[in-house]
C-alpha cells in the first residue's frame, strides 16, 4: 500500500508546499497480524494540524486485542467497534494528496497489507517516508525506538493509545523536513483517489503520556534494537513488570518465533544494560535498585550484589532548543549514557541552550538558582566530558623575526669581537666604548626577537 521515497540532504525536491499523514497501529502481535487500533494525523510540513482520525479496530468476533499490557486495549473495547473495512475509507480520505508517514514504515505497511488482503481490495499504492531510517541519518542514537527518538528531538513522548503514537510522528516528520534540511530525491507522485464512503469510528479515550521516570529514561540509553527488545522496554517504562507481563511478552515472543533460549539472553543483556547504565555515574540511588532489582526477579534475572551506593548527584542534562545542532547534542547526552532531563527540576546539573533561547528565558535564570551549570552548545561537550578540551600550544616564533634576531646577535658578536682587537691595537677609548655599546645592544635586540618563548 505505501511505497518508501528516497530522500536527499540539501539539494532535492523541497517539501514546502507538501502535506504529510502520519499514521499509527496498535496491533496483536509482532508480526503481521490483525490492527485493534488505528491513528492518523495530517500536517503541513510547517507542522500546523489539518486534521486528525482514531478509531479502534475490531479484528473479528472473538478474536484476542493481542498484549494488553502495551497498548491497553481489551476485548471488551473492541465489541461493537468498526472493522478494518469499515475505515479504510476514511484512512484513505485523509491521505489523499499527502506522504504518508510513520515510524518504521516497512512493519506499518505490511500489517496495512495484510488487513487490505483480507478484504480482498486493491488499495492504491501511496507514497510513504520512513521517519526511523531518515532519523539514523541525522543523529546518533543508542536505539531508534519512538520514545527515544522523540527525546532526542525535543518531542513528547508518545503515550499508549495510538492518536499519541501518530502526533508524534508528525512532530518527527516536519522537524526531519524543516531544521535537518531533508528533500525528496524526486517530487513525490500523489495517486489521484476517489472519495470513499465513511463509516463509523470509535475513538479511544487520548490519555497524556505519563511523566518518564528513571526506568524510562533508563531504557532510552539501552542499545540494540529488534522487535522483542522494544517490546520489552515499553513494558518496563512504568517502572514495573509483574509476573504475568511477562507470560504475555513470552507468549508473543513464541509467535514469532523466538525459543526459550533467546528470550532469556534477551532478559539478561536487557538487565546487564540498564545495571550498566545506573552505575555509570557513580551513583545508584535507592529508588534505582528497587526497580530494577523488581524487574530483574520478573525477569528471572540474578543481580548479584547490585544495591545502592548513594554519593554525588548523577549528570543529569537539559537541552533547550530548536535547531538540528540541539537534537544532535540531546542525542549525544542519550549515547554517552547520561541522564537527558525533559525539563528543569531540582536533579538537573546542567542546562545547555542553543542560538534559539531568548536571554531572557526564566529556566536560565532558576537553572542557576538551583546550581546548575548553564553552558552554550560549543562548550557543553568539553563540559559534560563528552570531548576532551582542545590543546592549546604556544605560537611559533615567526621565521623571518627568527633570521633577522640571530642575525643581529652575529652583528653584535662581531662588533664586540672588532671592538676588543682595536683596544689591544691601541684604539682611543671613546670610541671602543661606543662600539661595545652598539655591539651590546645588537645582542640583546636579537635576543629579544629570536628567543621569544624566554619572554
Same mark, same amino acid.
Request: aromatic content about 4%.
Given at each position: ?16 508546499? &507538501? ?15 490483525? &490492527? ?7 500536517? *503541513?510540513?510547517?507542522?500546523?494540524? &489539518? ?23 481489551? *476485548? ?24 504518508? %508517514? ?26 510513504? %517516508? ?20 522523540? +527525546? ?27 531544521? @535537518?534540511? /531533508? ?15 465513511? +463509516? ?34 515499553? %513494558?518496563?517504562?512504568?517502572? @514495573? ?17 523466538? =525459543? ?6 534477551? @532478559?539478561? *543483556? /536487557? ?30 534475572? =540474578? ?13 543529569? %542534562? ?27 527540576? +531540582? ?38 566530558? /563528552? ?29 664586540? /669581537? ?38
Amino acid at each position: 500500500m505505501i511505497e518508501s521515497l528516497p530522500l536527499l540532504g540539501a539539494g532535492g525536491y523541497p517539501a514546502q508546499g &507538501i502535506e504529510f499523514t502520519a499514521l499509527e497501529i496498535r496491533t496483536t502481535g509482532l508480526r503481521p497480524g490483525r &490492527i485493534v487500533e488505528l491513528a492518523a494525523v495530517r500536517v *503541513r510540513a510547517d507542522g500546523v494540524v &489539518i486534521g486528525e482520525l482514531t478509531t479502534l479496530v475490531d479484528p473479528g468476533p472473538g478474536v484476542p486485542p493481542g498484549p494488553v499490557v502495551l497498548h491497553g486495549i481489551t *476485548r471488551e473495547e473492541l465489541d461493537g467497534a468498526p472493522s478494518f473495512g469499515a475505515v479504510l475509507g476514511s484512512l484513505l480520505n485523509l491521505c489523499r494528496g499527502s506522504v504518508v %508517514v510513520a515510524h518504521d514504515l516497512p512493519v506499518l505497511t505490511a500489517f496495512l497489507s495484510s488487513e487490505a488482503a483480507r478484504l480482498g481490495a486493491r488499495a492504491p499504492v501511496l507514497p510513504g %517516508v520512513d521517519v526511523l531510517a531518515a532519523a539514523r541519518s541525522a543523529v546518533r542514537l543508542p536505539n531508534f525506538r519512538l520514545a527515544t527518538v522523540a +527525546g532526542a528531538f525535543g518531542v513528547p513522548r508518545p503515550g499508549q493509545p495510538a492518536l499519541s503514537g501518530a502526533r508524534t510522528v508528525a512532530r518527527l516528520a516536519t522537524s526531519l523536513f524543516g531544521r @535537518h534540511g /531533508f528533500t525528496f530525491a524526486a517530487a513525490p507522485a500523489l495517486p489521484a483517489l476517489a472519495t470513499f464512503a465513511e +463509516g463509523p469510528l470509535r475513538p479511544r479515550v487520548d490519555v497524556p503520556a505519563s511523566e518518564p521516570g528513571w526506568m524510562a529514561e533508563a531504557v532510552d540509553r539501552v542499545a540494540g534494537e529488534d522487535a522483542y527488545l522494544d517490546l520489552l522496554a515499553g %513494558v518496563v517504562a512504568d517502572q @514495573h513488570l509483574s509476573l504475568p507481563e511477562v507470560a504475555a511478552l513470552a507468549a508473543l515472543a513464541a509467535e514469532a518465533g523466538w =525459543d526459550e533460549a533467546r528470550v532469556r539472553a534477551t @532478559h539478561e *543483556r /536487557f538487565v546487564a544494560a540498564v545495571r550498566a547504565i545506573a552505575e555509570r555515574d557513580g551513583v545508584v540511588t535507592a529508588a534505582e535498585a528497587r526497580e530494577l532489582r523488581q524487574v530483574a526477579t520478573a525477569l528471572g534475572v =540474578d543481580l548479584g550484589g547490585f544495591g545502592p551506593a548513594e554519593g554525588r548527584k548523577p549528570t543529569r %542534562v537539559l537541552v533547550l532548543g530548536t535547531t538540528a545542532a540541539a537534537d544532535r547534542l540531546r542525542a549525544r547526552v542519550l549515547e554517552e549514557g547520561v541522564q537527558l532531563a525533559k525539563k528543569l527540576t +531540582g536533579s538537573v546539573t546542567h542546562l545547555v541552550a542553543d542560538s534559539t533561547v531568548p536571554a531572557n528565558e526564566p529556566r536560565l535564570g532558576r537553572a542557576t538558582e538551583l546550581d546548575a551549570v548553564v553552558l552554550g552548545l560549543r562548550e557543553a561537550p568539553v563540559a559534560l566530558g /563528552f570531548e576532551a578540551p582542545p590543546v592549546v600550544r604556544p605560537a611559533a616564533a615567526a621565521p623571518r623575526k627568527l633570521v633577522g634576531g640571530r642575525i643581529l646577535m652575529g652583528v653584535g658578536l662581531l662588533l664586540m /669581537f672588532i671592538n676588543v682587537i682595536s683596544m689591544f691595537g691601541g684604539a682611543a677609548l671613546a670610541g671602543g666604548i661606543v662600539v661595545a655599546v652598539l655591539g651590546v645592544g645588537a645582542l640583546l635586540g636579537g635576543w629579544w626577537l629570536a628567543e621569544p618563548a624566554a619572554r
